[in-house]
């Protein structure tokens, strides 16, 4: 029924509850409007307190803004969750006074102390919440009025803070009787693989460190049931992140929600995939510029598509604070002004940091809408991986996402051509030719391979 319940317009859809959804069988034709609106509901990013050393115990207290807040006094308090993004100071005395320990992810209080060393289970009588701090950094800016050209990145500042640094990881690996499970030291060799992976896309902002491991014994087939099963038996835990490896043939998908994620398999493209979705990443989709039809998750110059990949696609990559101002270029003055521009990009590659002066993207605010198109060059050459050639130019259109929380940033591929195309190529109401490009070739496997350095364009309204 995956079909029926499209969700490229809807990003908050995507994977987590939906997927659980589809899999239970709710999901259907009939339902599919109820559903719809019970799944795209408002869920602003709250702190939860809860009255047992379970993530999944009753809400004694909701908190969604800044501020102190005082438990009842025969309330006991034995865990929080913890949106990303913000930090919560839970304290022994009322108004927010006395013993205290700051906590920036969701944490069983039956495993924590207060500064003093005493146990904060049952003895949290008010908790303080507050933005993560944001230090200063190249890749987090604001653009001052006069800047023409900076595209301002709308991702919440302490949002950025808190996914920007090293992230604590703890894995779940579920056994089933009849079934295999990749062993523990696969898991860690492919969470390293995608630590090393973020090191340099994120420009050594992001790393992964793995701190706890866990076995756990399912008795269910049945793919909901048996993560259900899963979550219930797994030890609570304070890591960022908890990755659940599931017994192969018990889920037909991989999926993520909130803080977790739940892997079929061992893919580097699956984890890359489903930790962008903790990230706040959504699906990179395929416009058709011809028809007009849309392939959901057809995009594979990011790892959110469902092809193999080497990176997310630039839109995401700006999103979870990756570039620098100066690397992505507003277009619209320029236009305005002339009619047309024209801007040489380099590739976009690993996104490893350069001191290489070219931009890796333009970007065209389109008028009247709260939408972006990002022009982009995502490979220097043809790799393995895919079929993306060496200076193919894309343009994605994609939210500014003024306020957007959880799996937000999905993009929508709408041209795609080589640097040497002589035709013009629409997309959301302006004309790209490629102009120009340089390139050399290189010998791979015995074979000769072309390299572009850089390809321009020529953009008009």
Known sequence: MVETCLTYAHPELEDGVFIDAVQSGQCTAANWSVLREQLLAPRPPSVFVRESCNGGSQVIQEAASNGCYTLAPTAGASFVDVPVGKTVTLHAAGDCTGDSVTVETDTNLCETS?????????????????????????HRYDCASGESTCV???????????????????IVRMTLDGKTTPA??????????????????????????????????????????AKTQARQKATSSSAFLTVYVLPGGVCSTSNAGSRSVNLKGTLFRDYAHEVGHVLGLAHGNVRDPSTGTVKSSGDSSTYMGIFASDNYNLPQLHWLGWTKKEEIVKINSAIASNGFTEITLRPVGSNADSTNPLPIGAVWEIPGTDQRLFIAVPKPRLTGTNQIEGGTVFAYRAPKCVGCTGMAMGTMQMARFGAKSINEHEASGIFIKPVGYTSSFVQVDGQSVEVFTSVTLRVRQ
Do not use: H, M, W
């Open 114 to 138: 207060f500064g003093s060393g005493a146990s904060a289970n049952d003895k949290v009588r008010s908790f303080r919440v507050q933005d993560v701090e944001v230090l200063p950094s190249a």
């Open 152 to 170: 301002e990145n709308y991702n919440n500042a302490s949002r950025l803070a808190a996914i920007n640094k090293k992230l604590t990881v703890k």
């Open 184 to 225: 523990l030291t696969t898991i860690k060799n492919t969470i390293g693989n995608l630590s090393d992976y973020y090191a340099v896309a994120s420009r050594n902002q992001l790393s992964l460190d793995v701190i706890a491991s866990q076995n756990v014994a399912v008795t269910s087939t049945n793919c909901a049931t």
